[in-house]
Structure formats: C-alpha cells, structure tokens
C-alpha cells in the first residue's frame, strides 16, 4: 500500500514564525503536490513538484515555498505565517506515468495549522 | 465563475436511498474526470476514474460524464451509512498533470 505520511496532524504557531510541513512518501512517486483545503473553497494547489530539485507553482503560490531534496520527501516552507494561512494542508503523490494512475493521486492524512 | 462548480451539500439521505452528486465545468479542454472521496480527518483517495464521455460502472457506484453539458455525476445505490463522506468532484485537461477539485459535497446516510 502506498503510504503518505505528513509529520504532525495538529499544528499552532504565531504569526511571523517560520513553518515548516513535511511530507514523505514511500512509493518511489515523481510527482507531489501540496495542497490547502478550506470551507466553500475545496482543495486548491499551492505547489507541485515532477522530480527532485524541481517545483512548479500552483494556483496559491503567495506567502508559501517548498523543497524537494530527495524524491521521496516534499517540504512546504510558510516563510513568515499569517492568520491566513490557518488551514488544513495536504500533501499528495502520484506516479509519473499515464492514464488512470497520473490521477490517482495518493493523499495524507493532512495537517491542521493554526496560526494566532 | 469558478472552472468547477459543485454543491457543498450537506445531503442527507436515508440508508437504502440511491444517491446523486454533481459537478459542472466550464473548460472544455477537460478529458479527465475522477471522484474521489473523503472520510473524516482522512485525505481524499480515488473512488471512481472516467476518460472523456460515458458511463462507468463499479460495484454501488456509476460514473457519468456528459461533456457536451459540461456536467459529471457519481450515482450511489443502497446507500449505506459507511458511504458518509464528503464526495470531491476532480478533472483536467491533457495539457497538464494539475488536478482542479470541485469543493466537495457532504454526504450523509442516516441508518
């Protein structure tokens, strides 16, 4: 099975701090992505990145960075949180292949930030 | 005009009820249509995968799309309350490798 792992479920920082959120998975993906997901708003692409070293943005790109270093692990940077930014994120991963299995993008459990 | 339209819900349908969810779409470029599902406190994952028109079909769940009404629909028979979740409509073109979410729908079946 494959597996996305993010490094913590609950978050809560204060506005101004730098914030880091991993996400690491286990499959050997090329693609991954990192999303927001809010009320009224659904899930909205911040960041993706199709191999290591390489990132694209999304459609929500200000205020965020990333970093993917090694294939399996993708970083999403909030260099300076705001309160607009308290959200739930998720990562995501999907092989860069055709069809069916580029779509099956393969989720984690997502992490909820709260910035005060 | 958002490019993927979707009702928030929340539906309420008792177990047994054959259930309809809906998206509509304003890129013509879409040929890739999906939904996926989401648990509570879960990440989405994959529940159904159509390419261009048609219907498909998977145990309790149909897939429509009708890209000349720019307009896909997931059909659930006998409900059940397991099926309680929010329901994410997702698309693209062949241009791209980006997913759009629709905001997802609240299902609830009642037992």
């Known amino acids: 099975d494959v597996k996305v792992t993010q490094s913590s479920r609950y978050l809560v920082k204060r506005t101004g ?9 286990d499959m ?32 929500i790109p200000e205020g965020y960075s990333v970093s993917r270093e090694k294939k399996e692990r993708f970083s999403l940077i909030l260099e300076s ?8 994120y998720l ?21 909820r930030l709260t910035v005060l | ?18 259930v309809s969810l809906n998206c509509t779409y304003s890129n013509s470029a879409f040929q890739y249509f999906m939904w996926y599902r989401q648990y509570s406190r879960k990440g989405p994952e994959l529940l159904m995968y159509t390419y261009s028109s048609g219907n498909k079909e998977d145990g309790r769940f149909t897939a429509q799309v009708d890209k000349s009404s720019k307009y896909i629909s997931l059909f659930i028979r006998d409900s059940q ?3 309680s979740a929010t329901y994410l409509c997702a698309m693209r073109s062949g241009a791209t490798n980006k997913l759009i979410f629709g905001t997802g729908t609240l299902l609830a079946v009642q037992p």
């Open chain 1, 17 to 25: 701090e730098k914030v880091f959120l991993e996400c690491v998975q």
């Open chain 1, 28 to 59: 050997d993906h090329e693609n991954m992505f990192w999303y927001r997901q809010d009320p009224g708003l659904g899930l909205r692409l911040i960041y993706f990145s199709y191999d290591v070293k390489m990132k694209e943005k999304g459609d």
């Open chain 1, 81 to 88: 949180a705001s309160t607009n930014q308290t959200s739930m």
């Open chain 1, 91 to 111: 990562c995501a991963s999907s092989p860069q292949t055709s069809g069916r299995f580029l779509d099956t993008q393969y989720f984690g459990p997502g992490t």
């Open chain 2, 1 to 18: 005009q958002k490019e993927v339209e979707q009702d928030p819900g929340p539906l309420s349908v008792p177990e047994g009820a054959i």
């Open chain 2, 81 to 83: 309350p397991s099926d």
